[in-house]
């Protein structure tokens, strides 16, 4: 008894005290309040001018009338040229003033990709492969932004930048082998055809999924500016992956983060079938720039000097200053979006004439160069035949070379093969045997495979 009269005795004197002390803090508070609507009071008369908005999610000054924002205040953002359509350089301070090999070199690698082009289009018509998608006019923006960037710097595409991996050097053989699914394929044949990828040359290999090389790309950024070794990331996408919500968590964490990124929209007026006014509502892409915070411009991607210029800078300021970039570079789909698609469906032959003929990135860097005498008709013809014969020749070889053994359909992504994965390798080569007539093992690889 003594105990609980003792324990509740305690008790009490706690809860005394906790609200003897609730109790000053609360008459303390008051006071607090007290004294600054007291010292508000004080400090009559008062400009309202004066105040500045101190909110921290902004930098801001207050208004005292009510108006939306028109979405149009940023505008008709311009579009940054070097060239006019027939090849004349227009500011001479903005010409790069590449020498004469270097223009050739553009000129050599945007015309390859556009015979490459043609022949596995063709091909896949043909039933030789499964899939392609062509890069017709958009060469410029390749080629353009390819020539700005340091080797070391890491490309994350989305499947229409061929150009860039050509320009780094990936062998015709290689692009052949990928869109061939050989035993030659450094995919070993697991993707679908325009889906490459380099280790060696620092080109992330392509995922089908739009947009998912944006915050992937944000993220190797941050990796690179970590480590500080001056080098910057290029993101690559088209306007239509800009409407995924994956671009806008690249964009912004590049932003926050303050990542050495150029993200490279590839503005080609269509997704598919869906032209850019079904696409979006306000100025592009370029215009979403200053709404993450990002240095940005509009340039004419069918002026590779416009496009290297641009990727150079941005390039430059971005391992600099460790900030992002955004390149919007205009250009033209003139090609089908893929050999899946027949886009006289939804545009008219018109359209894509006038793009073909009148605004096409290789004749406007074809009328520079004639203009100095860099290249004749007879160059002309004699590099057609030539490009086209080493396309033919890789196209050939990669035809004939034998399909990927076909168990790497198991390894690499486990280091070890687990329970499961045997089972199915076993059920695989019961259903073959069983089966085998149906199955052309000859064309397969049977060299034992390295783990
Ligand atoms: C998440 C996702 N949605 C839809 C698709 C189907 N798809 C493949 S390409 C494409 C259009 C993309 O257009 P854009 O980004 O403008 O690139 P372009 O083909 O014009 O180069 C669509 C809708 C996809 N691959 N992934
Ligand atoms: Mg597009």
Redesign the pocket.
């Known amino acids: 008894m003594a105990a609980v009269k003792s324990m509740n005795k305690l008790y009490g004197v706690c809860v005394h005290a906790a609200r003897r002390t609730a109790g000053l803090k609360a008459s303390r508070l008051l006071q607090h309040r007290a004294f600054r609507v007291g010292a508000v009071q004080r400090q009559q008369p008062f400009d309202s001018s004066l105040e500045k908005p101190q909110f921290p999610g902004a930098s801001a000054e207050f208004v005292d009338h009510l108006e939306f924002i028109q979405p149009n205040v940023i505008s008709g953002i311009p579009v940054y040229r070097v060239m006019d359509r027939q090849g004349n350089i227009i500011d001479p301070s903005q010409d790069p003033q590449l020498s004469k090999e270097q223009v050739l070199n553009f000129y050599q690698k945007m015309t390859l990709l556009n015979t490459m082009d043609r022949i596995l289009y063709e091909s896949q018509r043909q039933g030789r492969i499964s899939f392609y998608?062509t890069n017709y006019g958009?060469e410029g923006t390749h080629i353009g932004s390819a020539a700005a960037l340091d080797p070391e710097d890491i490309v994350f595409g989305?499947?229409?930048e061929a150009g860039v991996l050509m320009y780094r050097g990936f062998p015709l053989d290689m692009f052949m082998a990928q869109c061939y699914a050989n035993a030659d394929d450094l995919g070993k044949g697991r993707q679908m055809p325009v889906h490459y990828g380099s280790k060696d040359l620092n080109f992330v290999t392509i995922s089908?999924?739009?947009?998912t090389q944006i915050p992937q790309a944000a993220g190797a950024a941050y990796a690179l500016k970590r480590e500080n070794m001056n080098r910057a990331v290029i993101c690559y996408?088209?306007?239509?992956?800009?409407s995924?919500g994956d671009a806008h968590a690249g964009f912004n964490f590049s932003a926050t983060l303050e990542c050495p990124i150029i993200f490279f929209c590839?503005?080609?007026g269509?997704?598919?079938s869906?032209p850019t006014n079904e696409?979006y509502r306000g100025d592009g892409i370029a215009a979403r720039g200053p709404g993450y915070g990002m240095l940005s411009i509009r340039v004419d991607g069918n002026d590779v000097f416009a496009v290297y210029n641009a990727t150079k800078e941005a390039r430059r300021r971005a391992v600099a200053e460790n900030q992002p970039f955004l390149i919007e570079a205009m250009t033209y789909?003139i090609g089908h979006?893929?050999t899946s698609d027949d886009s006289s469906a939804y545009r008219s032959v018109d359209e894509v004439n006038y793009w073909d003929k009148q605004d096409h990135p290789i004749s406007r860097l074809r009328h520079y160069m004639t203009a100095r005498n860099w290249w004749s008709e007879d160059d002309e013809k004699s590099w057609r035949k030539q490009s086209r014969k080493t396309v033919m020749e890789a196209f050939e070889k990669a035809e004939k070379r034998l399909k990927p053994n076909i168990e790497l359909m198991f390894t690499d992504v486990y280091q070890e093969m687990t329970p499961n994965l045997n089972k199915q390798r076993d059920a695989m080569w019961r259903h073959m045997k069983q089966y085998k007539e149906h199955y052309p093992f000859e064309l397969f690889d049977k060299e034992p495979i390295s783990q």
């Open positions: 998608m958009e989305q499947y229409r089908s999924p739009l947009a996408f088209g306007e239509g992956a800009a995924e590839r503005n080609n269509y997704a598919i869906t696409q789909r979006h893929s």
